[in-house]
């Protein structure tokens, strides 16, 4: 089992920043794939950013691409989200998701991962 926990979130103002964490523990945290999902309320969970294993690749959606960069320490068994410019649309429930990097998957889809954090709230103010 993998246990995600998230911090970093808070209420900022349009145009500011701010850093996401996500803590792993349980299993080999390289071994995984990492995600970041957000949820606005009454909207459906949404790709935000991906990750793999070793850190070579990574993807953003559209909406963040620019904006916000994702990296992990896999000494340090974390996953962060740098998130820059931020608007009063990246308001959401920011989740981390994690897969094992083996097998076949739609990186962009929050079903195909297998663990996930609680979550952490960001707010942005206009």
């Known amino acids: 089992q993998v246990q995600l926990v998230e911090s970093g979130g808070g209420l900022v103002q349009a145009g500011g920043s701010l850093r996401l964490s996500c803590a792993a523990s349980?299993?080999?945290?390289?071994?995984?794939?990492m995600g970041w999902f957000r949820q606005a309320p009454g909207k459906e969970r949404e790709f935000v950013s991906h990750?793999?294993?070793?850190?070579?690749?990574?993807d953003y959606a559209d909406s963040v691409k620019g904006r916000f960069a994702i990296s992990r320490g896999n000494a340090k068994n974390t996953v962060y989200l740098q998130m820059n410019s931020l608007k009063p649309e990246d308001t959401a429930v920011y989740y981390c998701?994690?897969?094992?990097?083996?097998?076949?998957?739609?990186?962009?889809?929050?079903?195909?991962?297998?663990?996930w954090g609680q979550g952490t709230q960001v707010t942005v103010s206009s």
């Open positions: 349980g299993r080999t945290f390289s071994s995984l794939n």
């Open positions: 998701a994690g897969r094992d990097y083996i097998g076949s998957y739609n990186r962009r889809t929050w079903s195909d991962y297998a663990y």
């Open positions: 990750i793999t294993w070793s850190g070579a690749n990574t």
